[in-house]
């Protein structure tokens, strides 16, 4: 009996697979953003709520709503007028207890103000001061 | 006078190393890529001129614009954040914690949150987008 005829292999064409899978590559690579978190390292101390513990030599910044009141005498400030009034200070020249800067904002300042201000103040070398409101001792 | 053409080849372009190429560069694109964890959180960043590029922290802590207060992707309330951030501290060298908050988030909800990575030890990062000056 005579052999079956062997059936000639099926070759499926897999050069064009390649192309496509090159091609969603480069295509990823050029749309593709990377997202690379932007912002300041800070290192805040704590400093008291009550005014009276705090050290003249410190610089104060009040935030109400959307104001900012600079100093002792409580200027009112735009954020660019901060921005140089604070590089005034030239804190790169000072020792770190006298580059303490507190901000005290009321309970109705937005985020977006307060980050602008602890920003300008990072800018300008000044060390930012967090207050504590509550009675929660620090360890 | 008779010349004998040459028979042409027909032109192979070898495209097997082709394959090899695409599959090496899936790979590597698989292994150095790096998922955005928190993309069901909703939130809008602050933008300043004041901020620059920085590296990625491992310890992140968000608060969205709903007032819900997130650590690491994870829903967090406030008054177990300190605690929460010092666990994760103990893992890390690093002790920067990359704090995202929304831009009109008040001062009565994220005041907490500052002093609790404070008092948590933790050097604070804080996110927001580059403003062109």
């Known amino acids: 009996m005579p052999l079956p005829k062997p059936k000639p292999l099926f070759e499926p064409e897999l050069s064009s697979f390649s192309d496509i899978a090159l091609l969603l590559i480069i295509f990823f690579i050029l749309t593709t953003t990377f997202i690379v978190p932007a912002g300041n390292k800070i290192e805040p101390p704590a400093a008291s709520a009550d005014p009276s513990n705090a050290e003249e030599k410190q610089l104060t910044i009040a935030l109400t709503g959307q104001e900012i009141l600079y100093g002792p005498r409580a200027e009112r400030l735009s954020i660019e007028e901060l921005r140089a009034a604070l590089l005034e200070q030239n804190f790169r020249a000072k020792p770190p207890s006298r580059r303490i800067v507190i901000v005290n904002p009321t309970p109705d300042v937005p985020y977006e103000l307060y980050f602008d201000v602890v920003m300008a103040i990072h800018r300008a070398d000044g060390i930012l001061a967090l207050i504590e409101e509550d009675e929660k001792p620090r360890k | ?133």
């Open chain 2, 1 to 133: 006078m008779s010349v004998r053409r040459k028979k042409r080849m027909p032109a192979k372009v070898p495209t097997t190393s082709m394959a090899d190429i695409a599959f090496l560069l899936i790979i590597f694109f698989m292994v150095t890529s790096n998922f955005v964890k928190e993309g069901h959180i909703e939130l809008t960043q602050p933008r300043s001129p004041d901020i620059d590029a920085m590296k990625e922290a491992h310890i992140s802590v968000t608060l969205d614009k709903n007032g819900d207060l997130w650590l690491q992707g994870k829903p967090c309330p406030v008054a177990v954040l300190e605690e929460g951030v010092k666990a994760l501290l103990l893992e890390q060298s690093d002790k920067t914690v990359m704090l995202k908050i929304d831009k009109d988030t008040r001062q009565e909800s994220y005041g907490p949150v500052f002093l609790a990575l404070s008092r948590a030890g933790a050097e604070l990062a804080l996110i927001g987008e580059k403003e062109k000056e």
